[in-house]
């Protein structure tokens, strides 16, 4: 084996003499101060001590096992009330006992939902380095008050919810849930707010030969403890990153973030590190969640296509599939100096390619794959339903009154929303309602969950919101509608909650009915059993009866551009980004997606049969494009859903493109190919589109 440049850590006094398969110090060069500053504990390694939190539950046992297979070095976990051993490690009872005998570095939460936050809790109580937390449909505002909590203290650094984890490797360390033979030591780092469109980035980057340094999934919820700019601090500091790749999504500003921490970068490094980048959401219909829950763009935010921009402005090459990010990052690191061949080499030697494991497919996978119920929405009231909900909160405020016109232009805008790069609650105005100027004038005026505003962050508000010379009636009815306003967001746990007003010739509020946007978090009744009363809002007769019915399978299907017939392109995917990515992908290609389909980590041959079903009921439908990529579905188990589906279901003669990567994919692309039925299968996205853009054409 050839000599391996050695790793250099934070500090002389850590510095490791060993090859690349060393470990990743939790040492800093200064001491912690706070939240921000625990970005270092994201550097795991060989050395890294990972116990579990729910260690004995039947999913941790399969990732602990697989983990452990892999190098992971499990040192014990936890199980409350349970004592001795399990996986012929130590089990502990509590968190505390585990953190004096075992001395982690890093836990992995495998704790269910509704029990999730408060884990979370325990183990910054129990100041554990690195807390990993998987689990999905983990309530926004238990996310909000572990927040909260992180903000407290300098010791604990989160990763996620909803994430799959980190997993360095280099030093094998996996903690979280990513398909490990995508996966091969190297040089790039990696860090996603999409699963599968992670899984797809590793994977080229893998064949390309440059391997991963650090892989960082951020998660698709709301709020997320770790972003791309604390994943960026990482890089930059690590020796072993050579290149960076960012994969983002519409929703939030976590990408703007990372664009001006990149900007600075470039000015403050003579040689910066090449960063290449992928959105997912280009082509997202307005005010729709695109899977993922923390996939839609809040009143005020940057689209997609603008966040795009942004990062292309501050030198960041964008790419529209992440196919691409293996070819791109050799280019890059020759254009920057420095030598892709070498790195190819170095990376070589550490022998582990690409599904050159002899394992059979990672049993964890498939449990998720059998139990997870991937689909994310929230709860939207309609207007009319607002009045009777906010009742309760508006009767005390004298004076105010509601009405059902529209807002003027010449009105205002108040909500309490989230704040998701503060990570906190906030208050959000604006002294317009013009759509034309309104983008620019909203401002966010964030503030601590567990205490609510205050009186000088309510004054910032409405002096924003020009509203410091109303009438001495309006603007306290303003300070007491934000109160109320902020009083329910907590009480009934909303993500939103806005409207427009006016004020009358009386000098007093006027709330514009027809303006009133109630968004509530529906993890809360689905994981904790809470706020049943706004469930029983909801009306299903008023939405798409195909989407409603393809909730109750597990799968988000959103229907695009419903009255346009150049929309005739079917598309069937699993994972929220990647999805998200093939409808971009198309438009590109000159075709257009007639729908968003994402059969998540509940994809069975049963769902992929129930896709089939409601995609063929849109006549509009000329072609169908299976896009998988299998990292938490199997290519295999995929291949069946689709001959099941052409032996159960009318096709209607529409013919069908299949393209399988990833976990299993070579016997999935046998099983397509023996069909007989006369799939069409590709390996490369490029291929696939192109011939699927071109049918669409032909039966236009």
Known sequence: MATVRRSQAFSAATRITATRTTSRPFSSFRALQSYEDTVQNLRIGKHTRVIYQGFTGRVATGNAKDSLEYGTNIVGGVTPGKEGEHLGLPLLPDLKKAKEQLKPDATAVFVAAPHCGKAIEDAIEAEIPLIVAVAEHIPLHDILRVSSILKTQSKSRLVGANAPGIIAPIGNCRIGFQPLPTFAPGHVGIAAKSGTLSYEAVASVTRAGLGQSLCIGMGGDIVAGTNLVDSLKVFEADPETEGIILIGELGGRAEIDAAE???????RVKNPKPIAAILGGIHAPSGR?????GAWTSRGEKGATDKLKILEDVGVTMVDHPEKFGPVMKSLLSQSGRDPSKIIQDAANQKRGYHTSSRRPLAETQRRAREAAQQKRTLVLKPDQGPDVLAPYLSPIEGLSITQDPAPKTGFYLSVTVDRTAREPALATAPTTDPTQFLHRLHRFPYPYTTGPSQSTLSAAISHAQLDAAPPAAHAQTTALLLALSKMYTDKEAITLGASFSITPAGNLLLHAPTLHLQFDDSAPKSANRQQDLVALRRPATEDPSEVEAERD??????????????????LVNGAGLAMNTVDALRLHGGRAANFL?????ATSATVKKSFELILRDERVKVIFVNIFGGLTDGGMIAEGVLLAFKEVDMRGVPVVVRIRGTNEEVGQRIIAESGLGLEAFDGFEEAAERVVEIARERA
């Open 598 to 602: 994402d059969t998540g980590g509940k």
């Open 261 to 267: 921490w990149i900007k600075d970068y470039k000015k």
């Open 554 to 571: 597990g799968i988000v299907l959103i229907r695009l551009d419903p009255s346009s017939p150049a929309a005739n392109i079917g598309t």
């Open 289 to 293: 969640i695109m899977g993922h829950a």
